[in-house]
């Protein structure tokens, strides 16, 4: 991509309205932009970033087997009233009334929907386990829309859902889910820390939120440092092994969110040296919630005796959103984001200093000519503007390595190669570019 093509609208000033860090830093790089409060466009730099991180989160999903759907935004009342949770979800859910005048909603989640589209064909344990997930745009009318794309109203979630016979197996489906989030997030370059969530009425310890460490955030978040080191070369561990002994070992460690937080059982059973407390920001929580939709939706299966029983579901969420905002916060300068090369808009920045000279245009094109036909995310700063404008311009974006063609291409034939995270430099043969570019991002 040429820069002089691409619409890429950064902002000098940081804008008033963003309270932190991440929600400045994507209003300055172009990335998206307010439609109404909580309520964002995304403009073509976002976009390509919430794109990868939802493939991403679509490969994991896929590797572990589960199903991939495409649920309707707009739900019926219907199901919800079937739930019991149209009166329950109150002023958050955003209900809208058709031409016929029936009641329908923009859905803020679809445990209803998924038990519907189970229950009209799955009667039977021989089709059971089913997992089912959908990438969907949710909206929540939330109380306080703030920080951005973090805590908007409409906002892109991965929604999956688990259904099994019993207690036991759904059990192992939660550990799936467990797994494959501790994969997930590592490919996104991020450390989510598993944290006991809330099971309400229904117990046990089946509900996990996942979470990372960051002032902005907004849990309380309790933990034990040992848990930090857990999940070595999870990326190599298989679906069909048992899985039990790798999630129990996480579920050892203490680590909580305020909601379940309790101080004497963390003097309990963590040291005080490995007590750690900090601010943190949720981008996943998996749930095991039992027959709670089931029965009262009488999703109902046959066991091996042919005796009826509800079916036991689990749900599993990601905020890709979120994510967006979150990765930013994890991981920025003062001179703006720093992407990791899996997420990252594209991998190499190409700057063009000399735009006016010859040679140095002839340069950068060719070098932007065989970088793009390799399948690389390329953007070329082919722009008139002057060096500062330029090197604070892609500083600002973040991309991870820049390629910098300036007096020495024209001299000495030679470019220079800049890491974004370190800010390392090194200079590079023109005629080595290609090679020397492929090592750094394959
Ligand atoms: P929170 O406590 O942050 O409101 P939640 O418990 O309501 O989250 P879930 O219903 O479990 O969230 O949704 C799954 C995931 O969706 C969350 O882990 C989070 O990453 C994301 N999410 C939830 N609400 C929002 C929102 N308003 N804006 C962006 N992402 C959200
Ligand atoms: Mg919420």
Redesign the pocket.
């Known amino acids: 991509m040429k820069l002089s093509s691409y619409f890429l609208p950064v902002l000098k000033e940081s804008p008033s309205e963003a309270e932190i860090v991440s929600h400045k830093l994507m209003l300055r790089a172009g990335m998206i932009s307010q439609s109404s409060s909580g309520i964002y466009s995304w403009l073509p730099l976002g976009l390509k970033v919430l794109k990868k991180i939802e493939n991403i989160v679509r490969e994991e999903q896929n590797s572990a087997g589960v199903n991939e759907i495409l649920m309707s935004t707009i739900q019926p009342a219907d199901l919800w009233k079937e739930s019991g949770r149209y009166e329950d979800y109150g002023k958050e859910m955003l209900r809208i009334q058709d031409r016929q005048e029936r009641s329908m909603l923009y859905g803020p989640?679809n445990e209803e929907q998924v038990t519907d589209i189970f229950r009209r064909s799955i009667k039977s344990y021989k089709e059971l386990p089913q997992l089912l997930y959908h990438i969907q745009w949710k909206f929540?009318d939330?109380l306080r829309?703030r920080f951005g794309?973090?805590?908007?109203?409409e906002?892109l979630?991965k929604?999956a859902y688990s259904f099994d016979l019993d207690l036991e197996n759904s059990e192992r489906s939660y550990n799936k889910f467990f797994v494959c989030y501790l994969k997930t997030f590592e490919r996104l370059g991020l450390k989510a820390i598993p944290m006991a969530a809330d099971t309400g009425p229904i117990g046990g310890d089946m509900s996990h939120?996942f979470v990372i460490i960051s002032n902005t955030g907004?849990s309380d978040i309790y933990f034990d440092k040992n848990i930090l080191n857990q999940g070595e070369k999870i990326s190599e561990i298989n679906y069909e092994d048992d899985l039990s002994a790798l999630v129990q070992n996480f579920k050892n460690y203490y680590s909580a969110s305020d909601e379940k937080f309790n101080q004497k059982e963390f003097d309990k059973n963590v040291k005080k040296e490995l007590q750690m407390t900090s601010k943190g920001i949720?981008?996943?929580?998996i749930f095991s919630f039992g027959t709670k939709y089931s029965e009262s939706m009488k999703a109902n299966v046959l066991d091996s005796n042919g005796k009826e029983g509800p079916v036991y579901m689990g749900s599993y969420?990601?905020?890709i959103?979120?994510l967006v905002g979150a990765i930013i916060e994890y991981s920025h300068d003062e001179s703006g984001i720093v992407w990791p090369l899996e997420v990252a808009p594209f991998q190499i920045g190409l700057v063009n200093v000399k735009s006016n000279d010859e040679k140095a245009k002839k340069v950068a094109d060719e070098i932007y000519q065989s970088i793009s036909s390799q399948n690389i995310d390329i953007l070329y700063d082919d722009k008139s503007d002057n060096a500062g404008v330029k090197f604070s311009r892609m500083d600002l974006i973040g991309l991870p390595f820049q390629v910098i063609v300036g007096n020495k291409a024209i001299s000495d034939n030679l470019v220079e190669v800049k890491n974004r995270k370190t800010g390392e430099t090194s200079e590079i043969k023109i005629d080595n570019i290609s090679d020397r570019i492929k090592e750094l991002i394959f």
Request: net charge negative; proline share 4%.
């Open positions: 989640t929540r939330e829309p794309v973090m805590r908007g109203r906002f979630m929604d939120e907004e949720e981008v996943g929580h969420g990601i905020g959103s979120r």
